[in-house]
């Protein structure tokens, strides 16, 4: 792979390290929302929020659309969506793996095995 695509692809991951970001991406599945509105549900300062949606804008990750004086933030790209949901599949199934294997092993230091 190209240098470039790489880098790209870090900068682009690093973008979801935040849990407040991931929220606002739950948030923005569902439906195209203003910076107000994630406000309310996120009870963050809209400082905060403008901080994230600036650098989730700046990665392609959203787009807005204006009506009047609304700005309203949406997902740029459908398949950001989809990647997302997978990756919270791994996850959970990552996160059940070690939680049976933590079990399987007090069971076994136990004896009860």
């Given at each position: 792979m190209k240098k470039e695509i790489l880098e790209f692809h870090a900068e682009f991951c690093k973008t979801f390290s935040h849990p407040k970001?991931?929220?606002i991406l739950n948030l923005l599945i569902?439906?195209?929302?203003?910076?107000?509105?994630?406000t309310e549900k996120l009870?963050?300062?809209k400082t905060s929020i403008y901080q994230h949606l600036r650098l989730m804008k700046?990665?392609?990750?959203?787009?807005?659309r204006r009506e009047g004086t609304n700005v309203y933030y949406m997902l740029a790209n459908?398949?950001?969506a989809g990647a997302y949901r997978r990756m919270q599949d791994?996850?959970?199934?990552?996160m059940k793996g070690s939680f049976f294997m933590?079990?399987?092993?007090?069971?076994v230091m136990k004896g009860d095995v």
């Open positions: 970001r991931l929220e569902l439906k195209e929302l203003t910076a107000g509105e994630i009870s963050l300062t700046k990665m392609r990750i959203l787009k807005i459908k398949k950001i791994v996850l959970v199934q990552l933590e079990k399987e092993a007090l069971a």
